[in-house]
């Protein structure tokens, strides 16, 4: 199983990005997609999760109304659209995929992980 994470770059505030997780090995469609940030020094900050019905919630502390994640199981490849971005978004994005039947804001609950994408936000 891979998760191959991609889209990250560097942006000036206020532009948009869209990240992509693309997996190999899995069905995306079984499992719940999350999307989470971690910063330098500091712990995994969950940001979106999607589940395998569609469910959608957001980490209203970091989207404030901003991102939008989504999934194309046609595609095996889930989506975190981004925009509005702030220098405090500045962080490593990562995807993951849950364990089978579970979903979770917790980055414990998830089984696999994408190797993560880098976004730095210019003010």
């Known amino acids: 199983v891979q998760l191959q994470a991609f889209g990250g770059g560097l942006v000036q505030a206020g532009g948009s990005l869209r990240l992509s997780c693309a997996a190999s090995?899995?069905?995306?469609?079984?499992?719940?997609m999350g999307w989470f940030r971690q910063s330098e020094g500091k712990e995994y900050e969950f940001v979106a999760l999607?589940?395998?019905?569609?469910?959608?919630?957001y980490s209203s502390d970091v989207v404030q109304g901003r991102f939008t994640i989504s999934r194309d199981n046609a595609k095996n490849t889930a989506y975190l659209q981004m925009s509005n971005l702030k220098p405090e978004d500045t962080a490593t994005y990562y995807c993951?995929?849950?364990?089978?039947?579970?979903?979770?804001?917790?980055?414990?609950?998830?089984?696999?992980w994408g190797q993560g994408t880098q976004v730095t936000v210019s003010s």
């Open positions: 090995g899995l069905l995306l469609g079984t499992r719940a």
């Open positions: 993951a995929a849950s364990r089978s039947g579970s979903y979770s804001v917790y980055d414990s609950a998830y089984e696999y």
């Open positions: 999607i589940t395998s019905g569609g469910n959608i919630r």
